[in-house]
């Protein structure tokens, strides 16, 4: 069972060609974007894909920012308390103005846009993760993995196809390049158990939950009924890791230099499933993240190996 991941419409297309014309123009404005912002985002939002993505080749480091930059934006408005609606609103209004217009107020939108001209990006892509951002600020619960998959298209799944076009891989690679993203998604809210009770959000399937005895996924539920919650965590990790597999099918498409890197995260999403694999209640005693000389030392043993494994 998959989402669907191409959803180009007549509309979709007329944007694209939209972004393809105007991006001349975003040249002058984008480097005047600094690098220093866009990386600080970056650097903030996420240890793994940050320390990981330092090793792209610079161009795609660069672009790689941009991307990171807009979407952690998008999603700081909504994981915020209180939540601020106003901004979301108005950073997705400056995306669709600066889609229809060719101009925006806000550097990162006018920033990403251009990417999305010279990569390639399906404007469609963009605005399903906006919808999921969007979902954040009205739902709270999602009773199925049906469900869960629907906001997982476009929080990760389409960021994965979005990375698949800066990347230039081939179209054929698409599919894996969703799965990825999904897979990675899942286990964020695997082991963000924590955080996510703070914000009043479960987004692990509610209808499974309940099979182990669980009505909510607070501490205080899971320590009243400790082989419930590991027997479900643990059954969350199996989907997760099902689906990394699936996903590792489409390292073969990656060339070397670019799957380095993304080997490199992926390994570490692999090390902390694990990890919480082994003690499912850590989720409540610390956020399990690689440290930084453990991705700097996977980086290394990719170097070498990566080149030369068939996947």
């Known amino acids: 069972m998959y989402v669907e991941i191409s959803r180009k419409t007549e509309t979709s297309l007329n944007a694209n ?125 999602y009773n199925t993995v049906d469900e869960v998959l629907e906001y997982i298209y476009g929080s990760a799944e389409v960021i994965g196809l979005m990375m698949h076009r800066i990347l230039g891989i081939e179209k054929s690679a698409e599919y894996y390049a969703a799965m990825l993203g999904r897979a990675m998604q899942y286990l964020n809210f695997i082991r963000d158990v924590k955080e996510d009770n703070s914000l009043g959000r479960i987004y692990l399937p509610a209808d499974e939950m309940r099979e182990y005895g669980l009505n909510d996924l607070q501490e205080s539920t899971a320590r009243a009924n400790p082989d419930g919650f590991k027997n479900f965590m643990r059954s969350q990790l199996d989907r997760f890791f099902e689906w990394d597999r699936e996903a590792r099918k489409g390292f073969r498409y990656i060339p070397a230099r670019s799957l380095i890197p993304v080997k490199t995260a992926e390994d570490m999403y692999l090390w902390t499933g694990r990890r919480i694999y082994s003690n499912p209640m850590i989720v409540f005693e610390k956020k399990v993240k690689p440290g930084r000389k453990r991705i700097v030392s996977r980086v290394i043993f990719n170097s070498i190996g990566t080149p030369v494994w068939r996947f």
Do not use: W
Not at 77 to 99: H, M, N, T
């Open 17 to 141: 060609g939209i972004i393809n014309s105007i991006a001349p123009e975003f040249l002058v404005d984008e480097e005047r974007v600094a690098g220093r912002e866009l990386e600080e985002i970056f650097r903030k939002g996420s240890t793994t894909y940050f320390n990981s993505s330092r090793f792209f080749p610079s161009h795609f480091r660069k672009d790689v920012s941009r991307l990171y930059a807009f979407v952690r934006i998008a999603d700081n408005f909504v994981d915020s308390i209180p939540q601020d609606r106003d901004g979301f609103y108005k950073f997705s209004g400056e995306f669709e103005k600066c889609i229809s217009s060719g101009d925006s107020d806000n550097s990162i939108v006018r920033s990403f846009v251009s990417l999305m001209g010279r990569a390639g990006i399906d404007v469609e892509h963009v605005r399903a993760f906006l919808k999921s951002m969007e979902m954040d600020l009205y739902r709270s619960v």
